[in-house]
């Protein structure tokens, strides 16, 4: 009786970081400084055919061929917004797939990027939050994501730098998939890879206190944190993870994180909901609660979405809720919305996710019941 012959599966070099794609050549018996060719080749170039690879033997090249690949996420479609912002709806395994935002402005370009599918945290005003969570991305669907908008930007690493900055503001919460993550951010920085500056990118959460003081000693990359609310009961109805990690805890790994770190700020974000979070009280508070944390303030006006319950806030009241803060001694900044005709606004990502937690049912009920 015949057996089919056995293959194993190939090894993504996009989920390898210089370190361990250095390890990998070596397990292959092969010098280290392959890896640094490779990088180039996919990073430099944008080339994932390793027949491309002209400074590599014919040989290695063949090997390569049998056992690695160069796998990006697949476009499944691109949306462009009137205002130049850039959807991108990438396929995944499994049937998943994510969205990534690229953001031009006259000095920069800024790529937001999703970290898992779907979100379980259940922040109450996130229209991804509301699709339950599937997976973990792995490192190369990560950096992928960078790779993919890169190719499709005409992003040049030594010419024309369209990506100037990355932001892991997308689908999930970054530092719950942190081991695939900190490779990643490595390629951000990287002069193997896009050779960013710590400044220039930027990993957001929720608030995953122990996350935050593993980053800090993992890579230097800037910090955002989602706070949405100066007092405890608020957050904890907002951000739920709060109950785990109350603001007082949060505030000192904030401390920590920039600590030693000259120049070198996090920046709260902090989504304006209607009657909400938005009344002066909640701005003198916050100026009391920041004020010992070298910081700065990203006021974002909530992005509805269908079936929410909270409403923006008026301009009249978000520049009031800016005035007051500033006056506090705060450096604050109001966002503006991009993208929001095409569902790309800050927490309107929603990808296609297969809900493992059951909770997007539940979140169609809770409609329901409202409705009736």
């Known amino acids: 009786m015949e057996h089919a012959p056995h293959t194993e599966a190939r090894t993504n070099l996009l989920d390898l970081d210089e370190p361990g794609m250095s390890s990998w050549f070596s397990s292959m018996g092969e010098r280290p400084f ?86 379980a945290l259940n922040c109450t005003f996130c229209s991804t939050g509301t699709q339950g969570f599937n997976r973990n991305l792995s490192t190369g669907e990560i950096i992928g994501q960078v790779l993919q ?8 690493r030594n010419g024309k730098r369209r990506i100037t900055n990355v932001v892991m503001m997308g689908m999930g919460e970054p530092l719950l998939n942190f081991d695939a993550l900190v490779p990643a951010l490595n390629l951000m920085r990287d002069d193997l890879g896009f050779g960013l500056a710590a400044k220039r990118v930027t990993v957001s959460t929720a608030g995953l206190v122990p996350g935050i003081r593993k980053l800090r000693d ?45 120049k070198r700020t ?71 919305t991009r993208g929001e005709d095409i569902d790309a606004a800050c927490g309107q990502l929603v990808g296609k996710v297969r809900d493992r937690t059951r909770r997007s049912r539940a979140h169609r009920e809770r409609l329901e019941a409202q409705s009736t």
Request: aromatic share 6%.
């Open 34 to 119: 392959r890896a640094r060719q490779v990088l180039k080749w996919m990073f430099h170039h944008q080339e994932t055919r390793f027949d491309k690879m002209t400074d590599l033997g014919l040989d290695l090249r063949d090997r390569l061929s049998d056992c690695a690949e160069i796998t990006m996420p697949e476009v499944l479609r691109e949306q462009q917004s009137d205002d130049g912002t850039v959807k991108w709806l990438l396929g995944l395994s499994g049937g998943n797939a994510v969205e990534t935002v690229f953001i031009p402005e006259k000095t920069r370009g800024t790529l937001c990027v999703s970290s898992q599918v779907g979100c």
């Open 218 to 262: 993992a890579v230097d990359v800037a910090l955002a944190v989602s706070l949405h609310a100066p007092v405890d009961e608020l957050r904890t109805e907002l951000v739920p993870l709060n109950r785990k990690y109350p603001i007082a805890e949060l505030m000192q790994a904030c401390r920590d994180y920039v600590s030693g770190k000259k």
């Open 149 to 156: 908008a890169a190719r499709l930007l005409g992003h040049e």
């Open 266 to 336: 996090v920046t709260f974000e902090y989504t304006l909901m209607h009657e909400v979070n938005d009344h002066p009280g909640h701005a003198r508070q916050l100026v009391k609660l920041l004020r010992s944390v070298p910081s700065k303030l990203n006021l974002i006006p909530f992005n509805p979405f269908p079936g929410t319950r909270y409403r923006c806030s008026s301009s009249e009241r978000i520049n009031r809720f800016q005035e007051i803060v500033m006056a506090g001694g705060l450096i604050a900044t109001v966002r503006k």
